[in-house]
C-alpha cells in the first residue's frame, strides 16, 4: 500500500467517523480540521457567478477577498446536512448579511481544494459552526494583487469546475 | 450568375441562395452550408452585440463601490474602456466562428472576458484599468496556462498570443 493510498484510507475512516458523529449530534461536533471527504457549500448570491450553460458555478465566484489582511473565500461544510438544514442556515445566517438572499449554491468537495498549491481552510465556525474560509491564496508582500491574480484565477478554476450549481 | 453573386458580397458564403444542388447529396451539402453560414453569420455578429450589452448592463449595476452588497470595488469606465478594446482586437484575430466570451464583473472592479467548452475546458481573461491582463485557462489536460501580460493597444503581441489560447481551447 502506498503512502497515497494509506492517507485515503485513513480520510474515508474519520470521514464515516465524522458522519456518524454528526448524524447523531449535528454540526456542533464537527471535526476542527476540514476533512478531504466533505462536501462544502458555497452559496450563490448572483445569477452572473453561474455559467447556465455547463450547470456550473463560475470561477469568479471562489476568487478570493481580502478580510483583515487576509484572501479568503466563505464555504459552509454540509457533509451530513440536508437540504432543508443547509437553507435554514443560508435564511438564519447568510441572507440578512446580503442585499439579496441566495439564489442557489454550489456543491462540491473538500478534496479539490486541498489539491491547489498552497489552498487549505480555517473552519473559525463563525458566524455558524459549519462556516470555514478556504486561505493560502498567493499573497506576496510589496507585489500589487494585479500581478498575481492569475494564480487566483487558476486555482478557482479548478475548483469551481468541481461545484456544480443547484437551485434554491 | 456571376453578377448576382458578387452583389451579395456581404454574405459570408456567396453561394448561398443562389445556387440549388439537384440531388440529394448535394441538396444535404446545401443545407449544411446553409446551417454553418447561419452559424458564422450569428457568432460574429454576437461578439459586438453581447459584449456592448453586457457592458451596458455592468456600467449601469457595477459602477458604484459595494455594488453587489459584499464590498465590491466599483468598475470604471476606464476598465470598461479597456475590455472593450480588448475584445474587439480579440475578434479580429480569433478564427471566424470563435463564440463570443461571456462578459462578468468581478468583485475587485475588473471585467472577465470568458470562454467555457466545458466545466472542465475553460479560458478567462481578467481586465483591469490598469492595463494588465490576467488569465487563465484549461485549455487540455496538463495545458493549463496562466500569467499577467501587459496590454498596450499598439502592441499586438499580447493579444496574439492569448487569441491563441481561445484558439486552442475550440480546436
Same mark, same amino acid.
Request: hydrophobic share 40%; with cysteine.
Given at each position: 500500500?502506498?503512502?497515497?493510498?494509506?492517507?485515503?484510507?485513513?480520510?474515508?475512516? /474519520?470521514?464515516?467517523?465524522? *458522519?456518524?458523529?454528526?448524524?447523531?449530534?449535528?454540526?456542533?461536533?464537527? %471535526?476542527? $480540521?476540514?476533512?478531504?471527504?466533505?462536501?462544502?457549500?458555497? *452559496?450563490?448570491?448572483?445569477?452572473?457567478?453561474?455559467?447556465?450553460?455547463?450547470?456550473?458555478?463560475?470561477?469568479?465566484?471562489?476568487?478570493?477577498?481580502?478580510?483583515?489582511?487576509?484572501? =479568503?473565500?466563505?464555504?459552509?461544510?454540509?457533509?451530513?446536512?440536508?437540504?432543508?438544514?443547509?437553507?435554514?442556515?443560508?435564511?438564519?445566517?447568510?441572507?440578512?448579511?446580503?442585499?439579496?438572499?441566495?439564489?442557489?449554491? @454550489?456543491?462540491?468537495?473538500?478534496?479539490?481544494?486541498?489539491?491547489?498549491?498552497?489552498?487549505? /481552510?480555517?473552519?473559525? @465556525?463563525?458566524?455558524?459552526?459549519?462556516?470555514? !474560509?478556504?486561505?493560502?491564496?498567493?499573497?506576496?508582500?510589496?507585489?500589487?494583487?494585479?500581478?498575481?491574480?492569475?494564480?487566483?484565477?487558476?486555482?478557482?478554476?479548478?475548483?469551481?469546475?468541481?461545484?456544480?450549481?443547484?437551485?434554491? | 450568375?456571376?453578377?448576382? #453573386?458578387?452583389?451579395?458580397?456581404?454574405?459570408?458564403?456567396? *453561394?448561398?441562395?443562389?445556387?440549388?444542388?439537384?440531388?440529394?447529396y448535394g441538396r444535404m451539402l446545401?443545407?449544411?452550408l446553409s446551417i454553418a453560414t447561419?452559424?458564422?453569420?450569428?457568432?460574429?455578429?454576437?461578439?459586438? #452585440?453581447?459584449? =456592448?450589452?453586457?457592458?451596458? =448592463?455592468?456600467?449601469?449595476?457595477?459602477?458604484?463601490?459595494?455594488?453587489?452588497?459584499?464590498?465590491?470595488?466599483?468598475?470604471? %469606465?476606464?476598465?470598461?474602456?479597456?475590455?472593450?478594446?480588448v475584445a474587439n482586437i480579440l475578434? =479580429?484575430?480569433?478564427?471566424?466562428?470563435?463564440?463570443?466570451?461571456?462578459?462578468?464583473?468581478?468583485?475587485? @472592479?475588473?471585467?472577465?472576458?470568458?470562454?467555457?467548452?466545458?466545466?472542465?475546458?475553460? *479560458?478567462?481573461?481578467?481586465?483591469?484599468?490598469?492595463? !494588465?491582463? !490576467?488569465?487563465? @485557462? $484549461?485549455?487540455?489536460?496538463?495545458?493549463?496556462?496562466?500569467?499577467?501580460?501587459?496590454?498596450?493597444?499598439?502592441?499586438?503581441?499580447?493579444?496574439?498570443?492569448?487569441?491563441?489560447?481561445?484558439?486552442?481551447? /475550440?480546436?
Amino acid at each position: 500500500m502506498t503512502w497515497r493510498n494509506l492517507l485515503h484510507a485513513i480520510q474515508r475512516q /474519520f470521514s464515516i467517523w465524522h *458522519f456518524l458523529l454528526r448524524s447523531c449530534f449535528g454540526s456542533l461536533l464537527l %471535526p476542527s $480540521r476540514v476533512c478531504g471527504c466533505e462536501e462544502l457549500t458555497t *452559496f450563490v448570491v448572483s445569477r452572473k457567478h453561474v455559467n447556465w450553460e455547463t450547470g456550473f458555478v463560475r470561477e469568479e465566484h471562489f476568487h478570493p477577498r481580502r478580510v483583515a489582511n487576509r484572501l =479568503e473565500t466563505s464555504v459552509i461544510r454540509t457533509t451530513a446536512l440536508n437540504a432543508t438544514t443547509v437553507w435554514d442556515i443560508c435564511t438564519q445566517y447568510f441572507d440578512p448579511r446580503q442585499r439579496h438572499a441566495a439564489i442557489g449554491r @454550489g456543491i462540491g468537495p473538500a478534496r479539490v481544494v486541498f489539491e491547489q498549491d498552497g489552498l487549505s /481552510f480555517d473552519p473559525d @465556525g463563525i458566524p455558524h459552526p459549519t462556516h470555514a !474560509n478556504i486561505v493560502g491564496w498567493r499573497d506576496e508582500p510589496g507585489r500589487p494583487e494585479k500581478e498575481i491574480k492569475h494564480h487566483w484565477k487558476h486555482a478557482a478554476q479548478r475548483i469551481a469546475a468541481k461545484f456544480p450549481y443547484e437551485p434554491r | 450568375m456571376t453578377e448576382l #453573386v458578387l452583389s451579395k458580397s456581404t454574405s459570408i458564403w456567396p *453561394f448561398e441562395s443562389e445556387t440549388r444542388a439537384v440531388s440529394t447529396y448535394g441538396r444535404m451539402l446545401d443545407d449544411l452550408l446553409s446551417i454553418a453560414t447561419r452559424q458564422v453569420g450569428r457568432n460574429v455578429q454576437d461578439w459586438d #452585440v453581447q459584449i =456592448e450589452s453586457a457592458l451596458a =448592463e455592468i456600467v449601469a449595476e457595477c459602477s458604484v463601490d459595494d455594488w453587489d452588497g459584499c464590498g465590491a470595488k466599483a468598475v470604471l %469606465p476606464e476598465t470598461v474602456t479597456i475590455t472593450r478594446l480588448v475584445a474587439n482586437i480579440l475578434h =479580429e484575430r480569433v478564427p471566424k466562428g470563435t463564440p463570443p466570451p461571456d462578459v462578468l464583473p468581478e468583485s475587485d @472592479g475588473e471585467i472577465a472576458l470568458s470562454w467555457t467548452r466545458t466545466p472542465d475546458r475553460v *479560458f478567462s481573461i481578467s481586465v483591469g484599468d490598469h492595463g !494588465n491582463l !490576467n488569465y487563465a @485557462g $484549461r485549455l487540455a489536460d496538463g495545458v493549463e496556462p496562466h500569467d499577467v501580460a501587459e496590454f498596450t493597444a499598439r502592441d499586438p503581441t499580447t493579444i496574439q498570443h492569448l487569441a491563441l489560447f481561445i484558439t486552442q481551447l /475550440f480546436r
